[in-house]
């Protein structure tokens, strides 16, 4: 990639936006329409591969596009030709619209996957700044994306069983597309503007989807909390970038950072600006005191839902995060001395934050509202790559790094333990912890799937987790802030509690009645195991993860030293 290229370096973004729109077209096909879609389609793929016969022939472009434009053209155009013509008019179509929401979530992750190791084997790979510097597609921001479309992926897989009998299901699927198109260009913004525009892109579908079951009052009753209490968010978040313009005179981070490198004499408006941002991250992200949207919308939810907000929008929320704060807004030392300590505020955020979480988990019977805790609890870890940035400046990028990986581990183990709730109430099994009592006879695959997720989420060597969480509290201790590993470790302890209570529920507790599964749905089984694998798979392939974070952090953060090698050997 260069500082010039093209859009195809938001690859991951528009696959999954194209996937959005193709089950939207595959939906509204009828039966008048299907032919002449199908074959309008293949005559503009036609002449799309003929256009890049003419540029390979003479060697240039045509109509200003290359030859892997137009046969990407003309590849997309044959595609959408052949799944319109498998379109059931009659039918509901509900394996064909689930199918290509999956293909368009690992066609983006295999996009993000490239650009990673295009990163990683290229030793002059730079950023691509698109639009004006207002997009930037750096390894970071590839990282989230991967992130966002393996969660997208494996809720769209589950989905298939989970919305058995349900109607609006091309909807369902274009709404979690759409949704997953804006976290992903949430990982890419790098203007306040665009980190407005990406967040609310991702909220809007959000809110609909957490009210998707609109004969459940739970349902409907969570998705209009979840957005009351997002349009405030959104009001405080708008005015606090009105008064960063207001005192900077832009928007765009790397300008940002230089209009104050000089200080500024509107200090008292620069940090309301901030704080106000803080609130709107901390919203997007279930961090206290802005987290009483989560419990009421994960257990409200769908149960694919709750996955797919607790991991893909919270890892969301922590990248604009992560790049406003540590490009706009750095040194921390800077502005601390102006009277803006930041990272105080992130460390009260994160002790609070995972404190709160932890003790609200143990306290709960009702396994999926646990959860929505325990997701609590794991925002507070996260936040102590923001909060231990004040440190010693060289181990910056080995604890921001680490929040990195704990949120790509955490996609995987998180969502897998919600899909395994989704499951559940596929069965027809209740929420509490007694309920699953004695579901280890009956499921026992799926509950040594859940056996791993909950486990790893505690920090136990089962999964990715104990070495996410290793290698975080490793890094806060390095960056000079011990305390704050003492905090993260005293409350995994505590969440040991919680998790292992599922774990004796499911495999050693007898049930008060005997009853009988009903049915194994394939689409729910396969994402529940395979999340499964891929948490304990990354426990031996860790380092690669490890080492793409920790570059990620140091291509951001100034004066950080390269301590991959140091800190793996």
């Not at 696959?15 to 309008?40: E, H, I, N, Q, W």
């Not at 030709?81 to 619209?97: I, K, Q, T, Y």
């Not at 997208?152 to 909807?171: F, I, W």
């Amino acid at each position: 990639m260069s500082s010039h290229a093209s859009l195809f370096a938001l690859g991951p973004a528009l696959y999954l936006a194209a996937a959005g729109l193709m089950v939207l077209v595959l939906d509204s096909v009828g039966r008048t329409t299907r032919l002449p879609f199908a074959l309008g389609s293949a005559t503009f793929g036609v002449a799309a591969g003929g256009a890049a016969a003419v540029a390979a022939f003479t060697g240039g472009t045509l109509l200003g596009l290359g030859v892997g434009a137009h046969a990407f053209a003309a590849a997309s155009a044959f595609a959408v030709a052949f799944l319109v013509w498998l379109v059931d008019p009659e039918g509901s179509n509900r394996l064909l619209v689930a199918s290509v929401a999956v293909a368009g979530a690992v066609f983006s992750l295999g996009n993000a996957a490239y650009y990673l190791a295009y990163f990683a084997t290229t030793s002059d790979a730079s950023a691509a700044l698109l639009f004006g510097d207002q997009l930037i597609v750096d390894q970071m921001s590839l990282l989230f994306m991967a992130i966002a479309a393996s969660v997208t992926a494996l809720v769209a897989l589950a989905s298939y069983d989970y919305l058995e009998g349900h109607a609006y299901q091309a909807e369902y699927y274009a709404l979690v597309l759409l949704a997953a198109t804006g976290m992903s260009l949430m990982a890419a913004a790098n203007s306040l503007a665009t980190v407005f525009v990406a967040m609310e892109l991702a909220s809007l579908p959000s809110f609909a989807l957490v009210a998707f079951l609109k004969k459940n009052r739970g349902s409907v009753e969570a998705g209009l909390k979840y957005f009351l209490i997002g349009a405030l968010s959104s009001s405080f978040f708008a005015y606090g970038i009105s008064l960063v313009y207001a005192t900077t005179g832009s928007l765009q981070l790397e300008a940002v950072a230089s209009s104050l490198s000089g200080g500024t004499e509107f200090v008292g408006m620069l940090g309301i600006g901030m704080l106000m941002l803080v609130g709107g991250f901390a919203y997007k992200t279930a961090s206290v005191p802005f987290h009483f949207w989560a419990p009421e919308a994960y257990e409200g939810a769908p149960a694919p839902i709750s996955a797919f907000i607790s991991s893909a929008s919270k890892a969301a929320g922590f990248v604009i995060a992560f790049r406003v704060f540590t490009v706009a807004f750095t040194p921390a030392g800077f502005f601390a001395s102006l009277g803006i300590d930041w990272v105080l505020v992130f460390q009260i955020l994160a002790v609070v934050t995972m404190t709160l979480g932890n003790f609200a988990a143990a306290t709960q019977e009702n396994v999926k509202r646990m959860l929505a805790y325990s997701s609590i609890g794991h925002a507070g870890y996260v936040l102590i790559g923001l909060a231990s940035l004040g440190g010693v400046a060289s181990q910056g990028d080995t604890v921001l790094g680490a929040s990195m990986m704990h949120l790509f581990v955490y996609g995987f183990m998180n969502t897998g333990a919600f899909l395994f709730i989704a499951l559940v109430e596929y069965w027809g099994v209740g929420r509490t912890f007694e309920d699953y009592a004695g579901l280890g006879r009956k499921a026992p695959v799926a509950c040594a799937a859940m056996t791993v997720f909950l486990f790893s989420l505690a920090g136990l060597p089962v999964g990715a987790g104990f070495l996410s969480k290793y290698v975080l509290f490793f890094g806060a201790v390095s960056a000079g802030f011990w305390w704050l590993a003492a905090v993260g470790a005293i409350n995994s302890a505590l969440s040991l509690y919680y998790y292992t209570r599922v774990v004796k529920a499911m495999w050693v507790e007898e049930p008060s009645e005997e009853y009988e599964l009903q049915g194994r749905p394939t689409g729910l089984y396969a994402a529940v195991v395979a999340a499964a694998v891929v948490t304990v798979l990354l426990l031996p392939g860790f380092f690669p993860i490890a080492e793409t974070a920790i570059e990620a952090a140091n291509a951001v953060l100034p004066n950080a030293g390269d301590t991959t090698t140091a800190f793996f050997g």
